[in-house]
């Protein structure tokens, strides 16, 4: 079922990731595209991992959705009206899911 769920979430958070590519523009941040490429482009693959080995799928969400928000949370620059919706969206549900995963891995071992 956590499987599912970070399937779910993966495609979801690929379609966020590809709608925020697209609308990049030349000279856009490196830290928008670091944001991006291992926040919500992570979560799909890594959920795909988790279908064979739930712990090494559940260690790739919470890191990379940890890293995500520390590299978004940088680049923003002090801004802060976009980090509820960032971490809310993206770096919670990802490191949620993640725990869950290593959870249920070290349950059946």
Do not use: D
């Amino acid at each position: 079922m956590a499987v599912c769920v970070a399937m779910a979430l993966g495609v979801w958070h690929f379609n966020l990731a590809l709608q925020a590519i697209l609308v990049f523009r030349t000279g856009e941040p490196i830290s928008s595209w670091i944001a991006v490429l291992t926040g919500p482009a992570c979560t799909l693959p890594a959920a795909l991992l988790a279908v064979f080995t739930k712990r090494a799928g559940g260690y790739w969400l919470i890191t990379s959705g940890i890293l995500s928000f520390l590299v978004f949370a940088v680049g923003e620059q002090g801004a802060t009206e976009n980090l509820f919706p960032f971490i809310s969206r993206i770096s919670v549900p990802m490191t949620l899911i993640g725990a869950i995963l290593i959870y249920l891995s070290k349950m059946r071992s």
